[in-house]
């Protein structure tokens, strides 16, 4: 969750709290505190929503250098320095460049669990890997 969208949610939180009215001492709550009821929760699943879309449309890409081996080619990430197999479209990837591709990890569920590099498309070609 970005800064802003926590700056977002809590200020909903604080005009919704703020803003309701406390019960009466009848025992029942009044209309404006159910009012304010809905709206609080109405407002947390807009958030919810919006932050879970954001996250599962945010384009996932893996730079790092690619290497040719014995069963295709892999790209090292600079992140987290696993090392994956390329799959998908990968017309254009060159071994011994440092690339930036998009496309979504893979675990194999076989015996070696290889982790497999889908790829979609090359956002970034950077030129020949400095060692």
């Not at 009821?37 to 449309?57: E, L, Q, T, Y």
């Not at 696993?82 to 076989?110: C, E, F, V, W």
């Amino acid at each position: 969750m970005t800064s802003k969208q926590f700056w977002s949610c809590f200020l909903i939180v604080v005009l919704c709290t703020v803003l309701t009215k406390p019960a009466e001492a009848s025992g029942y709550p009044s209309a404006g505190a159910i009012v304010g009821g809905i709206a609080a929760v109405a407002a947390a699943v807009v958030i919810v929503a919006v932050v879970v879309i954001h996250r599962s449309a945010a384009k996932r890409t893996i730079t790092g250098c690619v290497n040719s081996g014995q069963n295709g080619m892999t790209v090292t990430d600079e992140k987290d320095k696993q090392s994956y197999a390329l799959s998908g479209n990968i017309t254009g990837i060159k071994p011994g460049d440092r690339m930036t591709l998009q496309g979504k990890k893979i675990k194999m569920t076989h015996a070696a669990k290889t982790l497999v590099w889908e790829t979609r498309k090359i956002s970034k070609d950077f030129g020949i890997c400095q060692r």
